[in-house]
């Protein structure tokens, strides 16, 4: 996924009022983009840890969150690469419960998120709060594919798609802004698809 700007992709079709700018709607097709080989994970040996400035730093095992009640996504997604994916459903469970657990300290204000593979990327604590993330482990009804992040990945579906970290393990709090893999490579540190903020500099 090479920094380039100006993006083509395909004309806006279908429902063009959900679609941000630049954006086109790929249809039946979910693309697979990453900048790592794709890890094939058994799901119980993953954990998930919740860290950094918080009360309780905690780590998570597959059956204790499976255990958890389910939290469902209804809507759409962006990649920075132009394409938006229309009416996606994601089942897991929310990171407000996560964070709920761990016990964010006031000074907490940024999420770096970590996976498996080694991959990072940088959210304000406002970004995944709210209802607004998820840890997804269902897509369409069946378990996530390891090539879109399975066992289970970060889902941030308001921001660019690669804010949503695959095969995620770690949420690591922070008082000061970290820039990730692609944010170091300048990719924004946001990423919000309805404003473009698609490189450093961006509005």
């Known amino acids: 996924m090479p920094i380039t700007r100006g993006f083509t992709g395909r004309p806006r079709r279908g429902r063009p009022d ?3 700018p630049g954006q086109y709607d790929t249809g039946t097709d979910w693309p697979t983009l990453t900048a790592e080989v794709t890890p094939h ?19 998570w095992t597959w059956a204790e969150l499976r255990a958890w009640p389910v939290s469902t996504y209804r809507g759409d997604i962006h990649c920075v690469t132009t394409w938006s994916k229309l009416d996606t459903t994601f089942r897991g469970i929310s990171v407000d419960d996560l964070l709920a657990e761990a016990g964010p ?7 770096l998120a970590h996976s498996t593979t080694g991959y990072t990327t940088n959210l304000p604590l406002s970004d995944v709060t709210g209802q607004k993330a998820w840890l997804a482990w269902e ?4 378990p996530l594919t390891p090539e879109h992040g399975g066992p289970v990945r970060l889902l941030v579906p308001h921001l660019y798609f690669w804010k949503s970290a695959k095969w995620v393990t770690r949420l690591e709090l922070l008082a000061e802004d970290r820039p ?3 944010e170091q490579r300048g990719y924004h540190d946001r990423g919000d698809p309805w404003l473009e903020q698609r490189y450093q500099g961006d509005p």
């Open 180 to 182: 990730g893999f692609w």
């Open 139 to 142: 897509y369409d009804g069946r």
């Open 41 to 59: 994970l058994v799901p119980e040996r993953w954990t998930m840890t919740v860290d950094g400035l918080v009360e309780r730093p905690r780590t």
């Open 18 to 20: 959900r679609l941000p």
């Open 105 to 111: 300290l006031p000074e907490a204000a940024y999420v």
